[in-house]
């Protein structure tokens, strides 16, 4: 069963995100081919000048919406592929079907969190056609792998894989948590909806931001600030990490609970 | 095909239909009675509806069930024909009454009849 | 006789509104019950609560004796009162998606219903007018065996024709181990076919008996009783 929801979760989802993934390939592409035809004709003059700078400012534009689109765009996708299932018309179908309410979410999380994969790999990928006979790739490459290594050392020393496990899963579900904590709890005030959902979100942001900080600097006092080199700190700050990596962990493990909570006992589809 | 009025169970009017085809033998005598659901499909009625209709018939002896066979229209002609004498004087009974109530005494209303029955 | 659905003082607030108020009432297998009421009577909240889609205030909706769940999804064929189908889609992926879910689901039965209405599988749901889109619907719930049938105005939105199609697939689909809840306020297209009538009236009860009893004891049809008891 669980299968069979993911499939059509994911058809669902996908229907809008594979043009728009379409879109920003294209555009960029687009954008690469205007560079290589046309790079020279800033020099020239009169209508040809004209027709060039119209021509790459649309280019332009619709590339970098196309990239702020697929950055944003799947979790709106997700946002709404979730209201329109479960808290609407379609809702008397989804939730009448022989599938409990666990079932629910995860497909759609696990479908979410391939599509926010994907998107990821697709925004990587569509700087490609312009390092395509780019010289500087290795250079690239190289600056890519320093930056790495620092960030490793101050951050992450020890427990690296698994502040990057906890992180990669708080990115691939909490973010969709929420957003069906939001809409779900949201639900609870009838007629305004919206407001509810917003007002969840609040409340999260709150919570959230107010205790975690909490949580997280306790690890500070253990930090001894006469031996002051990269190694401690760099401890220090990924005990913080991974200390407020844990708490949202915890935060969306909670609103998950929640979410399923009021799906099951406090929904009204209208 | 079936026509069903407001002010009596159905069933009763179901039992009563079936009384009329037998009687003037749209269902012939030994015939194989229709099954609950095909009634029920063609005229629009619960099966249990139907259901009661035919135990009622088969009560009265008109209409006999055999186990694994299923159930037939009687073979006694007698039974037959005394039920169509009943409904038939159901119908002299009811003339009898209306032409009453327009004041015909039943001698009246039995001569009538002979005189018209020429023209209807 | 067994017992497809009971409930038992089944109550239901909406804020400070009464929707239904101390149902209490048992759906025998093997009958077709009609759930009789004007708009806004309780009707489809009870069915609602039937199909775990509300939960009550208190009292509780048993269905082969346990709370709405998995389980009793897997045996009530829900026929809502909107258009609850992903409109995305062709019609026959609707068929497939049906039978995905729904072990009980016959592909033959669907598709030999949807030729006999003309309906064109591969047409996309939401291309479909109003009436068509609910026969679809309205097949799908009927292709399924299923142990209890709730039909929200299954005939409310359809030409007349189609009326006497639908309700002869109902008689013809009927089967000793499955009850048909049909909820309408078309009453006298629908009179012949049930066994039993409820009156729904403010969220109570306020008539549970067979058709064939409200003829013989009232002398009149539940359609003409009906315009009595909830004469506006």
Partial sequence: MLGKLFKYDLKSLGRFIFPLYAVLFGSAIAVRLFLELFGSGADSQGAASFVYTLLGSVIAIVYFLSIVASIFGVYVVIAINYHKSLMSDRGYFYLTLPVSHDMHLISKLLAGALLILLSAAVFVLSFLPFIIGNVQLPEILDVLGKVWETIRELFLSKNAWLILTLLAIGYLFGIQILIFFCITVGQLIPNHRVLGAFLAFIAHMILSRSISGIFAAAGLERLDIEIFDMATVGEALSGILLRSIIYYLIIYAVEYVITRFVMKHKLNIE | MWEFTDDKPIYLQLTEQMCLRIANGTYKPGEKFPSVRDVATEAGVNPNTVQRAFSELERSGIVCAQRTAGRFITEDSDMIYKLRENLAKEHADNYLKKMASLGYSRNEAADFLSKVKEEL | ?232
């Fill in chain 3, 1 to 232: 006789m067994s017992i497809i659905l009971e409930a038992r003082d089944l109550t239901k607030y909406y804020g400070r509104d009464l929707a239904v108020d101390n149902l209490n009432l048992t759906l025998e297998k093997g009958q077709i019950i009609g759930l009789l009421g004007p708009n806004g009577s309780g009707k489809t909240t009870f069915i609602k609560m039937i199909n775990g889609l509300l939960t009550p205030t208190s009292g509780m909706i048993l269905i082969n004796g346990e709370k709405p769940g998995v389980n009793s999804k897997k045996v009530i064929s829900y026929l809502p009162e909107r258009c609850a189908l992903p409109d995305w889609m062709k019609v026959k992926e609707l068929v497939k998606m049906y039978g995905d879910f729904f072990t009980d689901f016959s592909y033959d039965k669907a598709r030999t219903m949807l030729s006999d209405l003309h309906l064109d599988e591969n047409k996309p749901y939401k291309t479909l007018s109003k009436g068509n889109r609910e026969k679809v619907q309205l097949i799908l719930a009927m292709s399924r065996q299923a142990e209890l049938y709730c039909l929200d105005e299954p005939i409310g939105g359809v030409d007349p024709a189609a009326r006497d199609y639908i309700l002869r697939t109902i008689l013809q689909n009927y089967n000793e181990e499955a009850a048909v809840l049909i909820s309408t306020h078309l009453i006298q297209d629908v009179e012949s076919t049930l066994d039993r009538a409820l009156f729904l009236k403010e969220g109570q009860i306020v008539l549970n008996d067979t058709v064939d009893n409200i003829r013989e004891q009232r002398g009149k049809s539940v359609d003409a009783l009906f315009r009595e008891v909830f004469a506006c």
